[in-house]
C-alpha cells in the first residue's frame, strides 16, 4: 500500500508492531549476547578474549552497512531492505543456534549483523510513512520506548532462557518471532523508489573509514600501542577524505553530506553524538561503581541500573507527543540538563548510599535522556526531503553507534588511567559533555527564529 502522509488505521498499526517487533529482536540480541559470553566461552572452549568477537562482529558490521543499506533502501525501497534485513536477522539466528565452534557462531553473527543492520537503517525512514506528519513524534517516541524496554529486559531475558535452556536457544527463540514480524511486515508501506545506481565504491569507502574509526577508538580505549593507533586513526583519515570528496559533487550521496549542510539536521546530529557518548560513559562504568566500590552483588546491580531504562520508556512515548507541539531545541535541552544533573548527582553520590538513594538519581537521569531523544530523533527525520529518509534514518543510527563506541573506549581509557576512581572521572564527563549536548540542543531555537525573520 501507498503512504501519502502516513497509514490509515488499522495498518498503521499492524506496520508499527512489525518495527516494533523486529527492533526489540535486533537490540535483545545485542545485549543478551554479552550476558552470555561466559557459558559460550566454557562450552565452545575458547578464551574469554576471542569469545568477545561473538559481541564486537555483529556490531561492526551494524556500523559499517547502516549507511549503504539506507542509501540502497532509497534506490530499492525501505520496505524491501526492512523484509530482505529481518529474513537475513532470521536465518541466521538459527545458524547461531546450530553452530559448534566459535568461528562458526562469529560467522553467523556477521550475517546476523547484517540482518540487523537492514533493519535499523530504514525503521525510521519507515516511520515516516507510516505515521502523518502531524502525530510522527508518536512513531518516533513509541519505537525510542522499544529500544530503552528491550535494552533493560535483555539482561533479565537471557538469565530466564540460561535459567531452563542452553545458550543456542538465546538465538533460536528469534525464529518463530521473526517468522511472525515477516508475516505482519506485509503491511508495511510502499515508498517512492530512487532512480539512481547504487554506489559500491562509496560503500567500500565507507565500511573502510567507519570500521577503521572504530578500531582506532577501541584501541585508544584498551591501551594499545601508539603505532597501531596512529596507522588506524591515518587510514580511516584517509579513507573519510576519500569518501567525502566522492560524495560533494553527488545529489544523493551515501554519507549524506547533503543533509549534513541543513543546519537542523547537523545540529540535531552533532546533538545525538554527543548525547550517546555520555550515555555510554554512564551505563559502562556505573556497574562497576556499584559491585566494586559499593559491594553490590550482580543482581542487586541489575536492579539498580532499571530504573533508568524504564525511566526513559516511560517518558519516550510522552516525548514523542510533545514533539509534534514544540520544538525539539527546547526539550532537547531541557532532556539533556535534567540528564546532565542526574549523571552529576550520581558522582555526587555519599559513600554509603542507600538503594532508593540510587534509584531516584538513576530514574532522572533515564528520564531526561528520554525527553531528549525523541524530539530529537523526529528532528533528523524531519529536517530531510522526504525523499532523503533514507540518509537521515541511516545517519541518525550511526551517530548513536558512533557515541556508544565513543563513550565505552573512554571509560576503558578512564579505567586504565583512573583505576579506582574511573567511575566519578566517567560520570563527571559523562556529565559536562551531556550539559555541552544541551547548548547546542538549544542552538537549535537560535536557527528557527532566524528563519521566521
Keep these: 500500500m501507498d503512504a501519502s502522509d502516513g497509514l490509515p488505521l488499522p495498518q498503521r498499526r499492524w506496520a508499527m508492531f512489525a518495527i516494533g517487533l523486529a527492533i526489540m529482536m535486533a537490540v535483545l540480541d ?77 560467522l553467523a553473527r556477521v550475517v546476523q549483523g ?23 513524534g508518536r512513531g518516533i517516541g513509541i519505537i525510542a520506548m522499544v529500544v530503552a524496554v528491550s535494552a533493560a529486559v535483555g539482561p533479565t531475558v537471557a538469565a530466564a532462557i540460561l535459567s531452563v535452556a542452553s545458550w543456542p536457544w538465546l538465538f533460536a527463540v528469534n525464529v518463530p518471532i521473526g517468522i511472525a514480524t515477516l508475516i505482519a511486515g506485509r503491511g508495511l508501506p510502499r515508498t517512492p523508489h530512487a532512480v539512481r545506481g547504487f554506489d559500491y565504491l562509496s560503500a567500500l569507502l565507507n ?43 553527488q545529489a544523493s550521496p551515501l554519507l549524506p553530506v547533503d543533509l549534513l549542510r541543513i543546519p537542523l539536521f547537523a545540529l540535531s546530529i552533532g546533538t545525538s553524538v554527543c548525547s550517546f557518548t555520555a550515555q555510554m560513559l554512564a551505563y559502562v562504568s556505573i556497574p562497576f561503581y556499584f559491585q ?13 541500573m532499571t530504573p533508568w531504562p524504564v525511566a526513559a520508556a516511560v517518558m519516550a512515548p510522552i516525548a514523542g507527543r510533545l514533539a509534534d507541539r514544540h520544538s525539539a531545541g527546547i526539550l532537547g535541552a531541557l532532556g539533556l540538563s535534567a540528564f546532565a544533573a542526574g549523571l552529576a548527582l550520581l558522582a555526587l553520590l555519599p559513600a554509603s548510599p542507600g538503594d532508593a538513594n540510587i534509584a531516584w538519581r538513576m530514574a532522572l537521569a533515564g528520564a531526561g535522556f528520554g ?10 527525520i524531519t529536517s530531510a526531503p522526504s525523499e532523503r529518509s533514507g540518509g537521515a534514518s541511516g545517519m541518525l543510527g550511526t551517530a548513536r553507534l558512533l557515541g556508544q563506541t565513543t563513550g565505552a573506549a573512554l571509560v576503558a581509557l578512564m579505567f586504565g588511567l583512573a583505576g579506582a576512581h574511573a567511575t566519578y572521572w566517567a560520570l563527571g564527563t559523562a556529565a559536562v559533555v551531556s550539559l555541552a549536548a544541551a547548548a547546542v540542543s538549544s542552538t537549535r531555537l537560535i536557527g528557527a527564529a532566524a528563519q521566521r525573520l
Excluded at 556490531?59 to 530499492?76: F, N, R
Excluded at 540482518?115 to 505515521?131: E, P, Q, T
Excluded at 566494586?292 to 539498580?304: E, P, S
Excluded at 525527553?371 to 533528523?380: H, K, V, Y
Aim: net charge positive.
Design 30 to 106: 545485542g545485549t543478551i549476547a554479552n550476558v552470555a559470553l561466559p557459558t559460550i566461552a566454557r562450552d565452545l572452549n575458547a578464551t574469554p578474549a576471542d569469545s568477545v568477537w561473538v559481541v564486537n562482529a555483529f556490531q561492526l558490521v551494524i556500523t559499517v552497512l547502516m549507511l549503504p543499506l539506507a542509501s540502497l533502501g532509497e534506490i530499492v525501497g525501505y520496505r524491501r531492505i526492512y523484509r530482505i534485513g529481518l529474513a537475513v536477522f532470521t536465518l541466521s539466528s538459527l545458524a547461531c543456534a546450530l553452530s559448534d565452534s566459535l568461528l562458526a557462531l562469529t
Design 114 to 136: 547484517v540482518g540487523a543492520a537492514g533493519i535499523m537503517s530504514v525503521n525510521a525512514a519507515l516511520v515516516r510513512f507510516i505515521y502523518p506528519r502531524a502525530r510522527l
Design 207 to 249: 565500511a573502510l573509514f567507519f570500521g577503521l574509526l572504530i578500531v582506532a577508538i577501541d584501541s585508544v580505549g584498551h591501551g594499545e600501542g601508539a603505532l597501531v593507533v596512529g596507522l588506524a586513526f591515518l587510514g580511516a583519515a584517509l579513507a573519510g577524505v576519500a569518501l567525502v570528496l566522492r560524495q560533494l559533487p
Design 292 to 304: 566494586d566500590v559499593l559491594g553490590r552483588d550482580a543482581v542487586a546491580t541489575v536492579l539498580l
Design 371 to 380: 525527553l531528549f531523544q525523541s524530539p530529537n530523533n523526529r528532528a533528523i
